[in-house]
Structures are given as structure tokens and as C-alpha cells.
């Protein structure tokens, strides 16, 4: 297939207008205006933040704040959001490319950088929501540490224990603070069996997203 | 006595960094929270665990 000069693909795309109004059908128009003004930060672009990505601009939250400082690979595909052609890009630049096609008028901020104790606080400063996508056990409590503890304001819903073949029914969320939930089983470490499985890093993700949203519906119960 | 993790433990007097230190979980994994709070870490030497407190040790795994 020949590839789509600029104008064409703009003109396959609905105005935004139209993307407004389909949204505001689906969810309401209360709801929807409570989603579009909401600011959401992902740390971490792996099968946890990119899978949370994809299901919160497609809810049409407003504006997503994506970090992350590495490049895809192909030990990511099984389960990120990611494309073959994508291989060797940053994931920030990838992800944006790919929300970009399935919800065109969301916005998107990116910072290609690993997150640290000193700049997490102006990365997220935006933020109405962060969500604590890493990968290691030591970087998920650093952040959450430093979330609850400096932004206090802010909700965080953080993930542990999602790797392996196990059940899909005991990945749950939990409430443990006012202002921090946890979803994943809490117990199943990649270190142990077959790592990651792209269903039930997807189905964490899904519990993170689903909070999120619920979050911003003022249903704050799991 | 104090309820940790749900079990109830004698282990009002000490404070967090000792009580910690009588387990096995890894400092640089764990956030806790104490009577619905997050207690700062660096706060964990001087909180002293009271009777009727509710602790709840969260530690992380890998994977994401």
C-alpha cells in the first residue's frame, strides 16, 4: 500500500468536534468533561504503562504525562504496546506515535528520562494522578515513598505482583490509604517461573487504568 | 498490642525501624503505612509504635 501524504490521512480523521461528541455519548457528558480536564502521569512505558496509556486516551483523558528512558525492544513486544518497526526507538516517542493513531486529540507530554528522588517532584508537578508502572521492586517503592510522602495531594495507584501464569482472578486492587491504591496480586515476583505473560500484565494494567478513571468519577471505593 | 498486616503483635514501645529489623522485609522494597498514613521513611527510627496503632507493611515484587 502507498504510503498517505499528510493532508489525506488528516482528512480520514473525525474533527475534533466529532471525537467530543462521540465521547461525551459513550460516557456522558459529566463524566466526560471530568475525564477531559484530568492530567494523568505514567512512570514506566513497559507492559504496565503502555497498556494503561492506550486504555486511558481511549477513554479521552485529557492530557497524559509519559516517562520513561529506555528504547523498545524485542524482548517487549509478548506484551507493550509496540510495533515490530518500532524496535530500537525510545518508548516515549513510540507510545506517542501510537496514541496518537488510536486518539488523535489527546495530549501528550513526554520526558525521556529515568526518574529519580530529584526530579520525580517536577515531572509530576502537573499531575492530578500518577501511576507507578516500573519494572523493579526497588524503583516501585522509591516512588511511592516519595509520592505520598512530598506530593500528598496527589493519588497514586502503583502495581506489585502480576508476573507468571497464575490466575487471572487474584490480580485485585486495593485501597491502602486515601490516596494510594495497589493493584496486582502482591506476591508474584518476576524473578520466579516464566517472567511476564502479556494477559496478565494486561489484566494489572487494566485494574490500574479502571481505578484511575475511577477515581476521576469521585468513586473512590475499589 | 499492635495490628500488623492484620495479626496482632506485641510490639507497642518499639518503633518502626526496630520492629522492621526483627523481620525479613528488604528496606529499599517496602512503603508502610500507620493508621492510614504513609510514614515517611526517614521517620522510621523515631515513630513509636503505640497500643491499638494499625500498621500495614507493603512490600513490593518485581515485574511490570
Given at each position: 500500500?502507498?504510503?498517505?501524504?499528510?493532508?489525506?490521512?488528516?482528512?480520514?480523521?473525525?474533527?475534533?468536534?466529532?471525537?467530543?461528541?462521540?465521547?461525551?455519548?459513550?460516557?456522558?457528558?459529566?463524566?466526560?468533561?471530568?475525564?477531559?480536564?484530568?492530567?494523568?502521569?505514567?512512570?514506566?512505558?513497559?507492559?504496565?504503562?503502555?497498556?494503561?496509556?492506550?486504555?486511558?486516551?481511549?477513554?479521552?483523558?485529557?492530557?497524559?504525562?509519559?516517562?520513561?528512558?529506555?528504547?523498545?525492544?524485542?524482548?517487549?513486544?509478548?506484551?507493550?504496546?509496540?510495533?515490530?518497526?518500532?524496535?530500537?526507538?525510545y518508548?516515549?516517542?513510540?507510545?506517542?506515535?501510537?496514541?496518537?493513531?488510536?486518539?488523535?486529540?489527546?495530549?501528550?507530554?513526554?520526558h525521556?528520562?529515568?526518574?529519580?528522588e530529584?526530579?520525580?517532584?517536577e515531572l509530576?508537578?502537573?499531575?492530578?494522578?500518577?501511576?507507578?508502572?516500573?519494572?523493579?521492586?526497588?524503583?516501585?517503592?522509591?516512588?511511592?515513598?516519595l509520592?505520598?510522602?512530598?506530593?500528598?495531594?496527589?493519588?497514586?495507584?502503583?502495581?506489585?505482583?502480576?508476573?507468571?501464569?497464575?490466575?487471572?482472578?487474584?490480580?485485585?486492587?486495593?485501597?491502602?490509604?486515601?490516596?494510594?491504591?495497589?493493584?496486582?496480586?502482591?506476591?508474584?515476583?518476576?524473578?520466579?517461573?516464566?517472567?511476564?505473560?502479556?494477559?496478565?500484565?494486561?489484566?494489572?494494567?487494566?485494574?490500574?487504568?479502571?481505578?484511575?478513571?475511577?477515581?476521576?468519577?469521585?468513586?473512590?471505593?475499589? | 498490642?499492635?495490628?500488623?498486616?492484620?495479626?496482632?503483635?506485641?510490639?507497642?514501645?518499639?518503633?518502626?525501624?526496630?520492629?522492621?529489623?526483627?523481620?525479613?522485609?528488604?528496606?529499599?522494597?517496602?512503603?508502610?503505612?500507620?493508621?492510614?498514613?504513609?510514614?515517611?521513611?526517614?521517620?522510621?527510627p523515631?515513630?513509636?509504635?503505640?497500643?491499638?496503632?494499625?500498621?500495614?507493611?507493603?512490600?513490593?515484587?518485581?515485574?511490570?
Open positions: 500500500m502507498r504510503s498517505l501524504a499528510l493532508w489525506e490521512v488528516v482528512n480520514l480523521i473525525p474533527t475534533k468536534e466529532a471525537w467530543d461528541v462521540a465521547l461525551k455519548e459513550r460516557h456522558g457528558e459529566e463524566l466526560q468533561e471530568k475525564f477531559s480536564a484530568a492530567t494523568v502521569a505514567i512512570c514506566g512505558l513497559g507492559g504496565l504503562g503502555s497498556n494503561i496509556a492506550v486504555s486511558l486516551a481511549r477513554a479521552g483523558i485529557g492530557k497524559l504525562i509519559l516517562i520513561d528512558f529506555d528504547h523498545v525492544d524485542i524482548s517487549n513486544l509478548h506484551r507493550q504496546q509496540y510495533k515490530a518497526d518500532q524496535i530500537g526507538i518508548k516515549t516517542e513510540a507510545l506517542c506515535e501510537n496514541l496518537k493513531e488510536v486518539a488523535p486529540y489527546v495530549v501528550i507530554e513526554t525521556t528520562v529515568r526518574i529519580t530529584d526530579s520525580a517532584v509530576l508537578k502537573d499531575a492530578d494522578i500518577i501511576c507507578e508502572a516500573f519494572d523493579g521492586a526497588e524503583a516501585k517503592a522509591m516512588l511511592t515513598n509520592v505520598l510522602e512530598v506530593m500528598p495531594k496527589k493519588y497514586l495507584v502503583a502495581a506489585s505482583g502480576m508476573a507468571g501464569l497464575g490466575s487471572a482472578n487474584t490480580i485485585k486492587t486495593r485501597k491502602v490509604t486515601n490516596k494510594f491504591y495497589l493493584c496486582g496480586d502482591e506476591v508474584s515476583d518476576v524473578k520466579d517461573g516464566i517472567g511476564l505473560v502479556s494477559s496478565r500484565v494486561m489484566l494489572c494494567a487494566a485494574h490500574q487504568a479502571h481505578i484511575v478513571l475511577r477515581i476521576l468519577a469521585e468513586e473512590y471505593e475499589v | 498490642m499492635v495490628k500488623i498486616n492484620g495479626e496482632k503483635l506485641d510490639v507497642a514501645g518499639k518503633t518502626i525501624a526496630e520492629y522492621l529489623a526483627t523481620t525479613k522485609y528488604d528496606p529499599k522494597r517496602i512503603a508502610v503505612e500507620r493508621n492510614g498514613d504513609i510514614v515517611p521513611k526517614a521517620q522510621y523515631d515513630t513509636v509504635l503505640e497500643d491499638g496503632d494499625s500498621v500495614e507493611v507493603v512490600s513490593f515484587v518485581g515485574g511490570g
